[in-house]
């Protein structure tokens, strides 16, 4: 997949593409639908598959002080993106500038003299343009005059319970993963969510009591419910998964604040410092609590580990039900169109 940075970056044989237009925040199964209807075009014209996003998001544009919300922060975006099978991924850097663009000037702009867009996906939902005043209507009327093709995908309906008949939205999966409910946030995604980081040096207490740790920062993730978690660990320039529990939050054994992401490997011997993790998130086990001594939380730990092997095991959580999306993959599921409004 190629990366651009700047409108100006697209070359000449990727322009005349099929263009989706979103943010894409966790990619979850309705933003699959998007960019799969996408490359099923792209694929039947032999034209690119470009996805354009923007970053930062704008919500951390206008409201910097605002918790971090993100489900995928720009690298994890982009491997997904990759490994989806999108041929390219252009990211407008969303500054003073592109905030008071007008919808009209985007179209124009990016959609015809950046691109020379063919066709354009969008969610139901869309909207572009300072002050988010455009929208579908304005897409429509405006690919007819400028020549491009445009498909709006109608919402897609949860059919997990407890979301049964809600759409799928990155607002949903953020519920999901506050209220602790792992597995349903990995169903709503159509693959398990992360936290990705790089091990960072701790007070290395885990080591006194025979369950060494390695620490990760959140960074822009979402903060999920606090506790403990049976997890499994991708280790960066590794092909090996490792079992594993981990903790979310605060640490109030040791009246630590910040709040930080402990994870144990199970048979694992080696160093893992400044190595970047990929944590999946397969099942809360029980909330974090604060416990009198260093016994008491290592005969927890013991406890907590021999659940989460369990848990691990059953065939639910098997890891292969929730791989990542491919677009060929996308394609076998779904071998006609989705049903979506065209202009």
């Known amino acids: 997949m190629q990366l651009l940075r700047h409108i100006t970056e697209v070359p000449d044989n990727k322009r005349g593409s099929v263009v989706a ?26 034209v690119p598959l470009v996805v354009v996003v923007t970053e930062p998001h704008p919500v951390s544009f206008f409201r910097p002080d605002v918790p971090s ?34 919808a009209q000037a985007f179209v124009t702009d990016i959609l015809r003299e950046g691109l020379n867009a063919n066709h354009v996906f969008v969610g139901y939902d869309y909207r572009f343009g300072k002050g988010r005043g455009g929208g579908i209507d304005v897409l429509a009327w405006m690919g007819e005059m400028e020549g491009f093709g445009l498909s709006v995908i109608r919402a897609v309906s949860v059919g997990l319970e407890g979301y049964a008949g809600e759409a799928y939205s990155s607002t949903v999966v953020r519920r999901a993963l506050q209220n602790g409910e792992a597995r349903k946030a990995a169903g709503l995604l159509g693959h398990w969510w992360t936290i990705n980081g790089r091990v960072t040096h701790g007070d290395q207490r885990g080591r006194t009591i025979g369950f060494p740790t390695a620490n990760v920062e959140l960074g822009e993730s979402l903060e999920p419910k606090r506790g403990v978690y049976a997890v499994r660990v991708c280790i960066e320039g590794s092909t090996d998964v490792f079992c594993g529990v981990a903790n979310i939050g605060n640490r109030p054994t040791f009246d630590k604040r910040d709040v930080m992401l402990e994870v144990h490997l199970f048979d694992f011997k080696g160093d893992l410092y400044e190595r970047h993790l990929r944590v999946e998130l397969v099942a809360f086990l029980r909330p974090e609590k604060k416990f009198d001594g260093l016994e008491a939380l290592k005969s927890q730990i013991q406890l907590d580990s021999k659940i989460a092997r369990v848990v691990l095991a059953e065939s639910e959580n098997d890891r292969a039900r929730l791989m990542l999306p491919t677009l060929d993959k996308y394609l076998e599921a779904f071998p006609e169109p989705h049903v979506c409004s065209t202009s």
């Open 69 to 102: 919300f993100r489900l995928t922060p720009f690298r994890e975006r982009v491997q997904l993106l990759e490994h989806f099978g999108v041929d390219q991924l252009l990211v407008l850097p969303f500054d003073k500038e592109l905030a008071g663009m007008s």
């Open 21 to 46: 237009l979103g943010n894409f925040d966790g990619f979850h199964r309705g933003h699959q639908v998007v960019i799969g209807e996408a490359g099923r075009i792209a694929r039947l014209l032999d």
